[in-house]
């Protein structure tokens, strides 16, 4: 599968601006990048106030919206700190309970102090699963879970 830049020029309003815009090659025909702009990942869970608590109050993501989908799913929209990327979590109680297995998927922030945010699990009571560790370049980390047992990083990096 080959990649190329391709440059078009955009008319429009008597301007001509020029817009970069990737290219990828498949069984010898150009298309467009299909992605414009990462949003949002769902997560499905089994207790929708307990999964709000650890991500709002624990983590400190925003709650942005909250409704229920036409087929009844109850959805809830959460913003990552300092993007303006969410995470969706959903909850469709006659799916039943969520098991999730161990090392499927993970979401990795950076914090300012790791040692801040173990007292503060801790003090939450909720377990730390890994960590602390501290790699060979000063950065330090630890993984926990969310009430379904999705896995969270949470990583110190050294002062630059």
């Known amino acids: 599968m080959g990649f190329s830049l391709h440059v078009v020029c955009v008319f429009g309003e008597g301007k001509c601006p020029l817009l970069a815009v990737s290219r990828h090659r498949l069984n010898g ?70 098991e999730v297995p161990e090392d499927l998927v993970h979401l990795a922030f950076e914090v300012e102090n790791l040692d801040n945010c173990i007292f503060k699990l801790e003090h939450a009571r909720i377990p730390i699963t890994e960590g602390p560790i501290e790699t060979s370049n000063g950065t330090r980390f630890i993984f926990t879970e969310d009430p379904d047992k999705y896995e969270i990083e949470l990583m110190q990096c050294p002062n630059r």
């Open 29 to 98: 025909i150009y298309f467009s990048t299909m992605i414009k702009k990462y949003l949002h990942t769902r997560f499905r869970v089994s207790d929708m106030d307990l999964s709000i608590r650890f991500y709002r109050d624990i983590l400190g993501m925003e709650v942005l919206e909250q409704k229920t989908s036409p087929r009844g799913s109850i959805l809830v929209f959460l913003r990552f700190p300092d993007t303006q990327c969410e995470l969706e979590l959903c909850s469709f109680p006659d799916s039943g309970k969520v």
